[in-house]
């Protein structure tokens, strides 16, 4: 199971890895397009449009989609290109959306697909039934940029060129991607900011009649009066976009109030008591607590509560039993291979808790041997790893129930404020994903989409906080806990225990026991090979214990063992054109793509 998921994971970073050098190697982007309408009496509208292009890698050409409507039609395409030679260009019509495909060389004999290079293309073409002439107005509807395009466009320029200004009416939606619109003779200019991808910008502008042919033969008539209708939908559209700007102001500041919210609780239900307490450290174990115990309290970390044991207060417990003689360390040497073992002595007297760590140990006995080595193979397999979580997970709520049910741990810490924390960060980030999600598309709406981006990021904080900065000692738990932090120091600190050293090796094998609980064994490993002579040192089972491999060899078991047990755990957990079209309905737009 563990091979194969290796070769499953490798392969998939491998193909990752490999797909973003790909995707670095080859990329695109628009840096602008040029848009020109010229409004013809008969109703055709030529289009002039020039896509600025930047590749980098190599390409064979770009697409481009255009919509149509009932019986709009394209006429007299002509495809031409700056910086690049045009090849063989495919035109199909397929679901009212024709398709162009142009290939594009970088040499005159078309033998060489372009390469890290700017190309402009400009499509020309007559679009035939998009003006649409209804009873009191000429409307033009016409979408500037779709929704179809795979990358931003840098800025939008368009010209309409018409036969008069006069009497003439248009909007530009959405207005804010609009930078200035202004009238140059007959001709409205309009240069637009960027456009991300998979958005629109569009026109409608409503013309007087007499610009144009009686019968205009290339446009859709309809008989039907437009203005009114088309000036209450936009009016509408206005008073949606001030309403949603309002709306978008107070979601985020509403978020970016609520991202606040952990330091609140933190001030309300995090600050500690004052004590008496001054000393720099402690040289001396500060209370007679078993080790585990010490573990589950004064540990506290990310994914481990206040009064949860972990792995390091398991192995403390073993230390424990090996420093009171219920287990007894036995060497075996031949040739240069030291292998160490552990022996049951006796069992009587023990602690739940403790008998539950027997147990397990008593499960790789061989002969009178408990063979370390072994340990870590078998617990690669499921009935093995399963039995130890079951184990482990057994010795945990032993050591809760008796020593560390609520209301002793009440008396020392108040987590009110943990469980306020995880509350607020579960609901933060559900509420940052929805308006994320709600947001992401919408350029009114940035203020809202970034301040969830925050919400998000205090809310993950907030999950993970260790439960004592958002709860707090009381003061009797916050004596304990400095004491217990100063004598941590001392075992860390080298030229502290060289000053101050045990008195006897009971105490220094005392130390290593709570120094394995608090996570900080070797250090004090370290400090018995500088201050112990060798003799004692090759006659004492703790040392022997760690300087033959034991206690590397039971953190790999241990390890292993709950890594194949949460593996297993997961395994079984893990499925029709005469309409006045709408905001955003106007014509042609669709968008393009390189190959």
Same mark, same amino acid.
């Given at each position: 199971?563990k091979i194969r998921n290796l070769i499953i994971i490798t392969a998939a970073?491998?193909?990752? +890895? ?14 602008? +397009? ?24 190599t390409w064979n050409g770009i697409t481009r989609e255009i919509p149509l ?39 005159p004999r078309l033998t060489k697909p372009i390469t890290d290079q700017r ?13 649409? @002439?209804?009873?009191?107005?000429? %409307?033009?509807?016409?979408?500037? #940029? ?17 036969? !008069? ?39 409608? *502008? ?23 209708? +088309? ?92 420093? !009171? ?28 808790? %403790? ?19 072994? #340990? ?86 907030? #999950? ?10 009381? !003061?009797?738990? !916050? ?7 100063? @004598? ?73 063992? *709950? ?24 014509? *042609? ?7």
């Open positions: 199971m970073l491998c193909a990752i +890895i490999v797909a973003f050098t790909f995707i670095q190697e080859r990329s695109y982007s628009i840096q602008a +397009i040029d848009t020109e309408l010229f409004l013809k009496e008969d109703g055709t509208i030529h289009v002039k449009e020039t896509i600025h292009y930047s590749f980098n890698g409507r009932g019986s709009q039609a394209i006429q007299n395409l002509n495809v031409s290109a700056d910086g690049a030679y045009v090849g063989s260009c495919e035109v199909e019509k397929e679901n009212n959306i024709q398709n162009i495909k142009v290939y594009l060389y970088s040499d190309v402009n293309v400009t499509f020309e073409y007559n679009a035939i039934n998009v003006l649409r @002439f209804y009873n009191d107005i000429t %409307e033009l509807h016409y979408k500037i #940029i779709g929704e179809g395009w795979k990358v931003p466009i840098g800025q939008v320029n368009t010209r309409i060129h018409l036969p !008069r200004k006069d009497g003439v009416k248009y909007w530009l939606n959405p207005p804010y991607y609009v930078k200035d619109s202004k009238w140059r003779g007959n001709t409205l200019e309009v240069t637009a900011d960027t456009i991300p991808a998979g958005q629109f910008f569009e026109v409608e *502008m409503v013309i007087p009649k007499e610009y144009f042919a009686a019968n205009p033969a290339n446009g859709t008539i309809i008989n039907q009066d437009a203005l009114a209708i +088309i000036e209450g939908k936009q009016e509408k559209y206005q008073e949606e976009l001030a309403f949603k700007n309002i709306l978008y102001s107070l979601t985020g500041i509403l978020l970016l109030i609520a991202s606040f919210t952990p330091l609140l609780i933190y001030l309300k239900y995090g600050r500690e008591p004052k004590i008496d307490y001054r000393a720099d450290y402690e040289h001396e174990i500060p209370y007679d607590d078993p080790p585990a115990v010490v573990n589950a309290i004064y540990t506290s970390k990310v994914f481990k509560g206040v009064g949860e044991p972990d792995m390091n207060g398991f192995k403390a417990t073993i230390m424990d039993l090996i420093n !009171r003689n219920y287990l007894k360390v036995e060497t075996r040497t031949k040739g240069k291979t030291k292998r160490v073992f552990l022996k049951i002595n006796k069992e009587k007297g023990l602690e739940d808790f %403790e008998m539950y760590v027997m147990r397990f140990l008593r499960r790789f006995k061989k002969g009178d041997l408990i063979e370390l080595d072994e #340990i870590p193979k078998k617990l690669s397999k499921k009935r093995h790893a399963r039995y130890f979580k079951d184990v482990y997970d057994k010795w945990k709520n032993s050591i809760k129930t008796k020593f560390l049910n609520k209301e002793k741990i009440g008396r020392i810490f108040i987590n009110k404020g943990a469980k306020y924390m995880k509350v607020f960060g579960f609901i933060g980030v559900a509420l940052a994903i929805i308006v994320a999600f709600l947001t992401i598309q919408d350029p009114l709406a940035r203020l809202p989409f970034f301040a969830s981006i925050l919400l998000a990021i205090t809310s993950i904080i907030a #999950i993970l906080l260790p439960e004592d900065i958002p709860g707090h000692w009381t !003061r009797e738990g !916050r004596e304990h806990i400095e004491k217990w932090k100063n @004598f941590k120091k001392y075992l860390k600190d080298f030229s502290l225990i060289k000053e101050y050293p045990p008195e006897s090796v009971e105490i220094w094998n005392k130390y290593l026991v709570y120094a394995t609980a608090l996570g900080i064994a070797d250090n004090v490993i370290k400090a018995m090979k500088f201050q112990l002579p060798q003799q004692e040192l090759e006659e004492n089972d703790m040392y022997v214990f760690h300087d033959y491999g034991g206690y590397a060899l039971l953190s790999s078991a241990l390890a292993t063992g *709950m890594s194949t047990a949460t593996e297993i755990e997961f395994d079984e957990t893990v499925g029709d054109t005469g309409d006045i079209g709408d905001i955003g309905g106007g014509d *042609m737009g669709g968008g393009g793509d390189a190959f």
